[in-house]
């Protein structure tokens, strides 16, 4: 039998050893199980050359993801535009400012890279039917990718989720199950039911292999920079496990001598009304104390995140920030990156784009730092979010005169974009 | 009184498949050494090898969580609930 790259399931916490299974707690001290790889398998076939020679998506990385097979579930998720964002750098006096722009995926958010991968795994493991535990983004591409890979879908989200999300989730036609309470309680309940059911639950117990999907974000960064690392990243946090997973990329990449020594400062962007994470950040701990959240930012709306002590951990040792900023910013945050950039974001977005500021302001990020900020999901998701807050129609007579005495109007006031 | 300790469904071989153990101690501390002696083998899955309970294991006393109070010299009251939860849910097969 041909050598594998998964090695199997390794604790994050004890080091006990599981074979690669669907299984993410450790049975012995409850830790988060990991999967561990064959890195030597995989330094003798990965190499720049082999990368650009792969897919125009994330599966040019498929040596350093935890699938077996090369007949992978994919809607040419990722390898996304990461964009030179001139005109808010200027505006922020940041030379080397660049958006990661992860809302031009299949299904608008970065959620399309981890249920790609999760979906391959979860079928290559034998199984027919996938679920999830869903802010809403997830629950869209869980039903999107098991739909094309005809495979059994049940999604479980909080039930006063935004109708964009529930609208972009049940198009695709999977069972959708609303929960009267918080993300949390309905975790809980998706645990119980992984458990009883057998089914694949990407982010319970497929969850070692699914995370593994975020690296292709440091990956990415990497090499669309040219190689190289940048100086500071500004990551979204709702369980912490993104931003743990591009510092992962990052680290990857270095040890297999696909880009030299990185420095990146990681940086945690939350909602105030949310920010566990931060809030450890700031106090200078691990701990990190549970919260009922209460902000706009529904996709970041994880009051105990299950990855939040290692993601508060890689801040402090890389010498970042946690920021939480308020509702106002995030809505602010989401105006300012679409009037300059063109890059129109749902809140999660405006709760990053609101904490580059907060950083820049603090004077955490030098002019010249190489600083990416990412962006994941797209802004037509979170309507709600915006209304009433952006620019609406004149609305006039059809008649040439009607638009000349509007236009001279509009002519005396302000232009909307200098207001910022 | 002893207080009364929530077993998680994992360690429940080690309890004689007992969910609900009723144990004596004036800390978290005491009650962990007692439940090893009636108990043997239940401390290293609680705790790691320095003593310090693991990091994804979370114990409450009355509903609150011991890392919020003093931790292992929490005191523990008579008659007291006392639950040991996994921080992780589900992965009990």
């Known amino acids: 039998m041909a050598v594998k790259k998964i090695k199997g399931l390794k604790c994050k916490e004890c080091g006990q050893l599981y074979e690669a299974k669907a299984l993410h707690v450790c049975e012995f001290c ?251 950040i700031n106090e200078h701990t691990d701990l990190i104390r549970p919260v009922r959240p209460k902000t706009i930012a529904k996709s970041l709306a994880i009051g105990n995140p299950a990855d939040g002590v290692y993601a508060a951990q890689l801040v402090m040792k890389t010498g970042g920030q946690g920021v939480s900023v308020s509702d106002e910013e995030i809505v602010e945050g989401i105006k300012l990156l679409a009037s300059t950039e063109g890059v129109f974001t749902e809140t999660a977005g405006g709760v990053t784009v609101a904490s580059l500021k907060r950083l820049v302001q603090n004077g955490k990020i030098a002019p010249d730092d190489v600083t990416v900020v990412y962006v994941t999901g797209n802004g037509l998701k979170t309507l709600d979010a915006v209304q009433g807050k952006v620019s609406r129609p004149h609305v006039i007579a059809a008649r040439l005169q009607d638009f000349r005495s509007l236009y001279e109007q509009l002519l005396n006031n302000v232009p909307a974009h200098s207001t910022i | 009184m002893p207080a009364k300790v929530r077993i998680p469904a994992p360690l429940r071989k080690l309890t004689n498949d007992q969910a609900v153990v009723e144990v004596t101690g004036q800390t978290i501390q005491d009650l962990l050494a007692s439940l090893e002696k009636q108990y043997p083998g239940l401390k290293e899955r609680i705790c790691d090898e320095s003593g310090q309970i693991r990091r994804f294991v979370n114990i409450f006393v009355n509903g609150e969580d011991i890392r919020f109070k003093q931790g292992p010299a929490t005191p523990v009251s008579e008659g007291a609930e006392v639950s040991i939860i996994p921080a992780i849910a589900g992965g009990t097969k």
Do not use: M
């Open chain 1, 30 to 280: 409850f830790g988060p199980l990991e999967v561990d790889y064959n890195y030597d398998l995989i330094q003798s076939s990965v190499s720049r050359k082999s990368i650009q020679a792969g897919p125009i998506s994330l599966w040019r990385y498929w040596d350093l993801l935890p699938v077996e097979s090369h007949d992978v579930i994919t809607l040419e998720e990722g390898y996304t535009p990461l964009l030179r964002a001139r005109n808010l750098g200027k505006l922020l006096g940041l030379n080397n400012l660049y958006i990661k722009n992860d809302s031009t995926n299949p299904t608008f958010s970065f959620k399309d890279r981890v249920v790609s991968v999760a979906l391959t795994r979860a079928r290559e493991l034998g199984f027919d039917t996938v679920a999830c535990a869903s802010t809403g983004n997830l629950a869209g591409a869980v039903s999107a990718y098991g739909a094309v890979a005809n495979l059994k879908r049940f999604v479980f989200i909080p039930a006063d989720l935004e109708e964009g999300k529930v609208i972009g989730a049940g198009v695709y036609n999977p069972h959708i199950i609303a929960i009267e309470g918080t993300y949390d309680e309905v975790n809980r309940l998706c645990a119980e039911v992984a458990d009883a059911f057998k089914w694949a639950f990407v982010n319970v117990n497929i969850r070692p292999y699914y995370a593994e999907g975020s690296k292709t974000l440091g990956f990415e960064v990497a090499e669309q920079l040219g190689w190289r690392a940048p100086d500071q990243v500004i990551v979204p946090a709702a369980s912490g496990s993104l931003l743990t997973k591009i510092h992962k990329g990052l680290q990857e990449f270095q040890d297999l001598g696909l880009i030299d020594r990185h420095t990146t400062k990681l940086n945690c962007a939350q909602a105030a009304g949310c920010g566990p994470i931060a809030t450890a």
